[in-house]
Every structure is written in structure tokens, then in C-alpha cells.
């Protein structure tokens, strides 16, 4: 083990006022995933000091003058919960009132005293009702699945949707999720092997365009290997995770160009201030409101990514694969997974599977792109670089 010095900051304003500190942490030497942990997840002293320090920076010092009272107290509240359940399908309307009875008035007043009781305690809450969606939708895969049974398709777009009532109320819009979500799969695999197999009859029309084979695995499958990965994630959230959540909660409550920025790892901390990678050239993170998704950020000019003219900001990252390989399903893989499959030797080839936004699986696209040198002048520690 080695001890680095790790930077934290955060933009308080774009181009204006930013707030640092330093934690010194143990990093092993090898890249390991992180151990699991308990369930109920603790605040440290160090980051309780982060939120008093950082609290009390934004209420005084903001540019929007805008002060930590009763008002925003409850907007971070919202701001929060919406963070953790995008679509309203997770917490029940009664937990919320609950949250909101208990802490919303006083939210930013304990974080400005560095009390973080309310915002771990609804993680935790969180964490467990994430786990019980994953069981319930792998114990649902089980099952035989009727795709063809009327009223399956559902809003997603359920961000200003009432929190359901009961179990019950969401138990159903996870079933029909399920069963919409293997509808897309079945519909995008067929229009892949028929892609696939247009472009293998008639190579002159493939116009640079990839002749890698899916997965060789079923919606059913796909479905199920992607849950369980996400599932085993739950284990892996730190404390540190927690943290980057509420605090981001109150800067997107300020202005969402102001941003708090965890420690990162000192591998890819020092990858990136080398100023020179090997990859595509883009940087990724993962998308705002739902990070199953991990997101391209930029385009590094005169990059792979940039010279196809296929990439656009904004895509998803879907599917990843390696020169003759097959592709590989990375909904639900973090970051650190994805620049992994990316990155790799100058002259060797990638291909990527991308969803534009508000696309559905079925609309993805493939671009396969030649690894070159990047020079990334100014590689950001809130996205990564690949």
C-alpha cells in the first residue's frame, strides 16, 4: 500500500469560485474492486468537516446570493430524492412525505452543520429498495414472460410522476418495465443479425460500418446478466458515494453548472494528469438522472471519435467491443469498467454501440473507431477521458 494525496473540489460557479481540500487515503498499488460493505453506511469526520465547509461556502459566497434556508432546505431535499429515483418508481409517496416531514425544512442547515444523519439515512433507505427491485425483476425472469399481452408500454418519462402508493401500484410499473425492456431487447436483436447479415451478403454497402456480432445471448439473457451485475454494485457503494450524492444535490439546487467533485482513484488520477492516453478520444460520465448509463461528455478534437463525424456529445455508451470479439452489454457498468473495454494500444480497433439521447435500445447504432494517441489538454477530474 502506498498513501497518495488525493484533490477534492467543486465549482461553485462556471469559471468563478472553486473550494479544495486534500484527504489523504491508502490506495493499493493494484487496480481491485472496491471490498463490500455493511449495509448501513456511516459518514466520516473528514467528510462531515467537507459538507460544513462546503455548506457554508455556497450560503455565503454563491453568485446567486442564495441562502441555505427553509425554502432551499427543501429543494435540496427534492433535488436529492430525485437523484436517487428519477422516475418516481423507487421511494413511496409515503417515505417521501415522511423525508420531507422530517428533514426537508432543516436540510441544508445540518448539512451546513455538518450533520448528515437525514441525506445516509435515506441512502440507506434507497439502497435496500434498489435491492428489491433487481431480486424482484430476476425472480420475474424466471418466469415465463407474455410479450405480447396489451398495455405493456410505459411513460418513461416519469420524472414529474406522482410517487406510487403502495407496493402493489409498483410492483405492476415493474413488471410492465420488465416486459417493455425484452420487448426493445427482442426488437434490437432482430434488426441487428438482420444488419448483420445484409452487410455479410453485400460487404460493398457496409460503408465503414462494423460487421461485429452481438452478444450471442438472449433478451431474457441480456436481461438477467445486466441486473445481476448491478445488483452485486449495491454491496460496493461507499461512503464517499453517499457523500458525492448530497452534496451534488445541493450544488444542482444553486445552478447546474456548479458541481461538487469527489477524490478519485490515484491510478486514474495520474492517468489522466500525463496529459496522454491511448483511446477514442472522448470523455464519459455518467448520464444525470440515471447512471446505468454512462454518457459522452466531449469529443476530443482531432481524436478517433471526433474524425469518424459518427460520435455525437450526448450518446450513450450501450455495447463495447473488441477487434473480432463480440459485443458486450455494459448497461449498468460504471465508468471506471467502460474506459477499461476502451482504452487500449495506439492502432488496435474498438467498436462501440451508441444510444443518441431519448433513443431506444432498439435505434442503437455501431461505430468501430482505430485507437490513437490522445492529447487531452485539460483532462477533468468530474469525467474520464478514453
Request: proline content about 4%; glycine content about 6%.
Amino acid at each position: 500500500m502506498k498513501l497518495q494525496t488525493i484533490a477534492c473540489a467543486v465549482a461553485v460557479a462556471t469559471g468563478g469560485l472553486f473550494f479544495t481540500h486534500a484527504i489523504n487515503e491508502a490506495i493499493a498499488a493494484t487496480d481491485t474492486a472496491p471490498a463490500a460493505i455493511s449495509q448501513t453506511i456511516q459518514p466520516t469526520q473528514e467528510q462531515a468537516l467537507v459538507s460544513r465547509q462546503l455548506a457554508t461556502l455556497v450560503d455565503r459566497q454563491h453568485y446567486l446570493n442564495m441562502r441555505l434556508d427553509a425554502n432551499t432546505s427543501n429543494r435540496i431535499l427534492d433535488m436529492y430524492l430525485d437523484s436517487l429515483d428519477p422516475d418516481h418508481s423507487l421511494f413511496l409517496a409515503s417515505e417521501v412525505q415522511d423525508y420531507k416531514t422530517k428533514y426537508g425544512s432543516t436540510f441544508g442547515a445540518a448539512l451546513k452543520a455538518g450533520n448528515l444523519t437525514g441525506p445516509y439515512a435515506i441512502h440507506d433507505q434507497y439502497r435496500k429498495r434498489l435491492r428489491a427491485f433487481y431480486e424482484y425483476m430476476l425472480s420475474e425472469l424466471k418466469k415465463p414472460q407474455n410479450l405480447h399481452q396489451p398495455n405493456v408500454f410505459i411513460d418513461t418519462d416519469r420524472e414529474k410522476a406522482a410517487y406510487f402508493k403502495n407496493t402493489a401500484e409498483q410492483q405492476d410499473y415493474w413488471r410492465k418495465m420488465l416486459v417493455s425492456q425484452l420487448i426493445n431487447l427482442t426488437i434490437s436483436k432482430e434488426e441487428d443479425l438482420a444488419k448483420q447479415k445484409a452487410l455479410k451478403d453485400n460487404p460493398e454497402l457496409a460503408n465503414g460500418q462494423d460487421l461485429t456480432s452481438p452478444e450471442d445471448l438472449t433478451p431474457v439473457q441480456t436481461l438477467t446478466k445486466r441486473y445481476t451485475r448491478q445488483l452485486e454494485r449495491i454491496s460496493r457503494v461507499k461512503s464517499d458515494d453517499v457523500l458525492d450524492k448530497t452534496l451534488n444535490a445541493m450544488m444542482a439546487t444553486y445552478d447546474p453548472h456548479s458541481n461538487y467533485y469527489p477524490p478519485i482513484d490515484a491510478m486514474e488520477l495520474n492517468r489522466q494528469t500525463t496529459l496522454q492516453l491511448e483511446g477514442i478520444g472522448v470523455s464519459i460520465r455518467p448520464e444525470r438522472g440515471n447512471e446505468d448509463y454512462i454518457k459522452i461528455e466531449t469529443i476530443v478534437e482531432g481524436g478517433p471519435a471526433s474524425k469518424s463525424g459518427q460520435v455525437k456529445s450526448g450518446d450513450r455508451i450501450v455495447g463495447v467491443a473488441q477487434d473480432g470479439d463480440k459485443m458486450v452489454d455494459v448497461v449498468g457498468w460504471s465508468s471506471a469498467e467502460i474506459v477499461g473495454l476502451i482504452r487500449g494500444k495506439r492502432g488496435t480497433k474498438v467498436t462501440i454501440k451508441l444510444l443518441g439521447p431519448g433513443a431506444s435500445m432498439s435505434q442503437a447504432r455501431t461505430v468501430s473507431l482505430v485507437r490513437d494517441v490522445i492529447q487531452e489538454e485539460d483532462a477533468g477530474v468530474r469525467s474520464r477521458t478514453v
